[in-house]
């Protein structure tokens, strides 16, 4: 696999022996549409996954999970049971967007998808705080008391407010603020027991949490079944800092083609490739995927040329 733009072509050796990353999850048939004729069941072949299935598009096919089934090309292929007919028909290595639009399709069945199940998920944490730290037997009486404890959960607690000063932009010095302490303290007289009085608590929390995330990330991408493909760029920020993102993209332990931000590092002094390599190579080490690099996407700015280069130095993987 290569990936071609004017000024700069970039390959990796290292391929997957798992599962590759399609460019298109191709919908081999639908609703009675389909011309591929007659396909292969091998039953029980589950000892042929180094990891079984787990994705739950596989509830939905006639057959069993770990089962496999080939169309006349060969291809491993997923098979809706809930179709009248021809039942639709997708690609395994495809993805699981169309298939899950599929499913969704027959209004009767409620299917979520993963992003949505995990959207579900958090909007009922947030409806369960909000519940907890509304409930008050007596508020004329608790409100006579700031320092009292409280029964709401501040691990919980804690990990709301830094999703919510991260997502909004707050500054970390609203819990300092006698008006915002106010109007929490009005909804429960008991958070003000675990709000914190400092900003310099608050940087503890978000420091906290990002090193509790970043240690799940570093897990994802670890049990992940396809190599990690990266894209790379730098940009000038508004106050003139250079600035190299990197994202990660590969196929999760669930089947599940995902994308994350693994990085957004400041460049010290010139913005050669030289110096983007070594910060590529830091976070590729930092996470502990370096056997796992698959392929890099850049734009054909001519220090890219230099950062391949750099990074074929760092590691065992050709690069033409």
Not at 60 to 84: D, L
Not at 299 to 306: L, P, R
Request: aromatic share 8%; glycine share 6%.
């Amino acid at each position: 696999m290569t990936s071609q733009r004017p000024g700069i072509s970039v390959s990796f050796t290292a391929t997957s022996s798992q599962t590759s990353l399609a460019p298109d999850s191709s919908v081999i048939s639908d609703n009675g549409d389909s011309d591929v004729g007659e396909t292969s069941i091998s039953p029980l072949l589950a000892s042929q996954f180094k990891k079984k299935r787990t994705s739950k598009i596989w509830d939905h096919t006639p057959f069993g999970r770990n089962q496999i089934v080939r169309n006349t090309e060969g291809q491993i292929i997923w098979r809706c049971k809930y179709c009248k007919g021809k039942p639709a028909e997708y690609l395994e290595n495809g993805g699981t967007a169309h298939i899950y639009k599929h499913l969704k399709s027959h209004t009767t069945l409620h299917i979520l998808t993963p992003n949505e199940e995990r959207a579900a998920k958090t909007r009922n944490h947030l409806e369960e705080a909000f519940s907890r730290m509304s409930q008050n037997t007596n508020p004329l009486k608790r409100r006579r008391h700031d320092d009292e404890t409280t029964d709401l959960d501040a691990d919980k607690f804690e990990q709301l407010y830094v999703e919510w000063i991260a997502d909004c932009g707050i500054a970390l010095r609203m819990p300092t603020r006698e008006s915002f302490r106010a109007l929490l303290k009005f909804l429960n007289p008991g958070v003000l027991s675990i709000l914190p009085t400092s900003h310099q608590t608050i940087r503890e929390w978000v420091v906290r949490t990002f090193g509790t995330q970043k240690r799940r990330i570093r897990q994802v991408l670890q049990s992940a079944i396809s190599r990690i493909h990266f894209t790379i760029d730098i940009w000038s920020s508004p106050n003139k800092l250079g600035i190299l993102g990197i994202v990660a993209h590969f196929i999760d332990s669930n089947g599940e083609l995902v994308s994350y931000c693994v990085a957004l590092r400041e460049v010290h002094g010139r913005h050669s490739g030289e110096n983007q390599a070594h910060i590529v190579m830091n976070v590729v080490e930092d996470y502990g995927i370096v056997t796992q690099i698959g392929y890099f996407v850049s734009d054909n700015a001519d220090s890219n040329d230099t950062l391949m280069n750099s990074l074929q130095k760092c590691t065992s993987l050709s690069i033409y």
